[in-house]
Every structure is written in structure tokens, then in C-alpha cells.
């Protein structure tokens, strides 16, 4: 798996999340725990929402 946002591998990391994108319902997203924290821009692959 990796992060949605920053594309980082996360292998050992046990703070992300992953959730379906909230527009489409298609795709999953997956967030490290940076990422979640800074509020980095994620994108779905789908249908190119873009969310916090």
C-alpha cells in the first residue's frame, strides 16, 4: 500500500487511514499519518475529486 498524497510506501507505518472516495464511492483512498496531519491534498483516480 501506499499514500495517496505523498505516494509513500507504508510497509511499518500504523498511523494512515484508508476510506472510499466521499464523490464517487469507486476508489480507495489511502492516507499516511503526515499526510493526515498536514492536511495534504489528496486526489481520486476516478473521478479527480480532490479533498483535504
Same mark, same amino acid.
Given at each position: @500500500?501506499?499514500?495517496?498524497?505523498?505516494k509513500?510506501?507504508?510497509?511499518? $507505518?500504523?498511523?494512515f487511514?484508508? *476510506? %472510499? #472516495? &466521499?464523490? #464517487? @464511492? %469507486? $476508489?480507495? =483512498?489511502?492516507? #499516511?499519518?503526515?499526510?493526515?496531519?498536514?492536511?495534504? =491534498?489528496?486526489?481520486?483516480k %476516478? #473521478?479527480? *475529486? $480532490?479533498? &483535504?
Open positions: @500500500m501506499k499514500c495517496t498524497s505523498c509513500k510506501m507504508l510497509v511499518s $507505518e500504523d498511523n487511514t484508508q *476510506f %472510499k #472516495c &466521499p464523490s #464517487c @464511492m %469507486k $476508489e480507495t =483512498i489511502i492516507r #499516511c499519518g503526515s499526510c493526515r496531519r498536514k492536511s495534504n =491534498i489528496y486526489v481520486c %476516478k #473521478c479527480k *475529486f $480532490e479533498g &483535504p
